[in-house]
């Protein structure tokens, strides 16, 4: 279905949950401009809070997330008590200003706290910020899930889970230092659904050492026997020169290029056969998912979460490394959780890198935003169109992407080629495998 040109592919680019992407963020932006941020908020602007948990029970070898091991209570304990500071911070800023409509919990795993931290973290942000009856969603790792944190789910009204579960193979799970039996996941599905939870995504990757095409289609079977309502299928980004963990992977088993696209292109292939509703080529929904529906009304956004249908322009980030988006600014917390509470401990804001956004970036960054989430954007506003248009020629002749008058369109078999094709569009655009991961 898809042609292959590993040319195009060769070089790795950006994921564009932002623009520009953090990659490019400095040091030259700081607190003093998230307070300036924060004042930008409109009395009833919709808005949205990420918070970033940076603990795992156990630590994954492929994760390249800003976390670390939950072994010792006290270190847990004592981020707490900063998130919680930093929430009444952010908070005391806005005034009573905004409305938050949706929160996002990441990390890392939040539960690998204990539910009753949950409970108080609930707590603390109903007295800091107005919240407008938000969409409420959680990352979770089926391994040490339970009841306890199912009816802690419930009583707070959650009613969106991402499980991780990247491969049901146990060699693979063995590679990738993952171990999780069907078994558990099953049990996950079951506690959720009991707790009300009513949209559950699994997140399943591809590219991972001793995959191949038949293995990745067992996963599929069995998580399609579960009924997720939605599915993110992720190329696996071995960078073991960035992240340390990944050097625990066995660089020889990894699938090679054209095995990675055919896992992608036989996953596509078999959930839309399934009746998932595509979300650009990597991502699927059931029809009657809010996520399916926004694809189809032209509504789908993206941010630091992925695909959304998160209308708010908004985002605040909660804790280390958490990044926070609004229209002028992209602003990103200490990564580091020691400076991270030096920071809060001293009433400042945590932020420690990121970028002014020109009004020109945000011209790039709506077409990138189009491209990725409609295939297609008009581009006859868009600054150095001509650059642009050269970069993109080699698309255009690979009829991958065509124009129809100012409107750039990329076509079905040019799915796998979107962020590739969104990339010829950004200015800041280091071609240095270094950087990025692996395009498909």
Same mark, same amino acid.
């Given at each position: 279905?898809?042609?292959?040109h ?36 409109g009395?009833?602007?919709a808005?949205?809070?990420?918070l ?13 997330c800003?976390?670390?091991?939950a072994?010792?209570t ?7 008590v ?5 929430i009444?911070l ?17 990390g ?19 007295q ?6 938000? $969409?409420?969603? #959680?990352?979770i790792?089926?391994?040490? @899930? +339970?009841?306890?944190?199912? /009816? !802690?789910l %419930? =009583?707070?009204? $959650?009613t969106? #889970? ?5 491969? @049901? +193979?146990?060699?693979?799970? /063995? !590679?990738? %230092? =993952? ?24 997140d399943?990757?591809?590219?991972l ?8 289609a ?22 073991p ?18 095995s990675?696209?055919a896992?992608?292109e ?11 509703q ?8 059931l029809?009657?998912?809010?996520l ?8 789908l ?14 985002l605040?980030?909660?804790?280390a490394s958490a990044i ?18 030096l920071?809060i ?28 989430c ?47 094709i969104?990339?010829a ?6 071609d ?7 395009a498909?």
């Open positions: 279905m898809w042609p292959y590993p040319d195009l592919l060769a070089t790795p680019v950006p994921r564009y949950t932002s623009f520009p992407t953090a990659a490019e963020f400095d040091n030259a932006v700081g607190p003093p401009h998230m307070a300036q941020a924060l004042a930008t908020v009395a009833d602007e808005i949205s809070l990420y970033h948990i940076p603990y795992c029970a156990e630590l994954c070898w492929y994760c390249g800003n976390t670390g091991a072994n010792r006290q270190r847990v304990q004592a981020y707490l900063r998130l919680i500071e930093e009444e952010v908070g005391k800023a806005l005034g009573g200003r905004g409305r938050v409509r949706r929160i996002a919990w990441g890392g795993s939040p539960n690998a706290l204990d539910p009753q931290d949950f409970d108080t973290l609930m707590l603390r942000l109903s800091a910020f107005r919240l407008d009856d938000p $969409v409420m969603s #959680v990352e790792d089926p391994r040490g @899930f +339970d009841w306890r944190w199912a /009816a !802690a %419930g =009583r707070n009204g $959650v969106r #889970v991402s499980l991780g579960v990247q491969t @049901f +193979d146990p060699d693979i799970q /063995a !590679a990738i %230092g =993952r171990v999780q039996p069907l078994e558990m996941i099953a049990c996950t599905v079951a506690q959720l659904r009991a707790a009300g939870v009513n949209s559950i995504n699994f399943l990757m591809y590219g050492p001793f995959q191949t095409v038949v293995k990745l067992a996963t599929i079977d069995t998580a399609l026997e579960l009924q997720p309502d939605r599915l993110a299928v992720f190329g696996y980004a071995h960078v020169h960035l992240i340390a963990r990944q050097r625990q992977i066995d660089d020889s088993a990894l699938p090679d290029s054209l990675r696209f896992q992608a036989f996953a596509y292939e078999r959930l839309t056969r399934d009746g998932y595509p979300i650009g080529f990597d991502h699927f929904a029809p009657g998912d809010a399916a529906a926004a694809m189809v009304a032209g509504k956004r993206r941010n630091f979460q992925g695909f959304t249908e998160d209308p708010a322009d908004i605040i980030g909660l804790g926070s988006q609004f229209p002028g600014w992209l602003l990103q917390n200490e990564k580091n959780a020691g400076r991270y509470h920071r401990a001293n009433g400042q804001f945590a932020t420690e890198r990121g970028w002014v956004r020109s009004r020109r970036d945000q011209a790039i960054g709506t077409a990138i935003e189009q491209l990725l409609q295939g297609s954007a008009d581009l006859s506003t868009l600054p150095d169109r001509s650059v642009a248009e050269h970069r993109l020629a080699c698309y255009i002749d690979a009829g991958l992407a065509e124009w129809r008058d100012h409107r750039l369109v990329i076509r079905t078999k040019g799915l796998p080629y979107a962020r590739t969104a990339a569009l950004d200015p800041y655009r280091h240095s495998a270094t950087r990025f991961s692996s498909i």
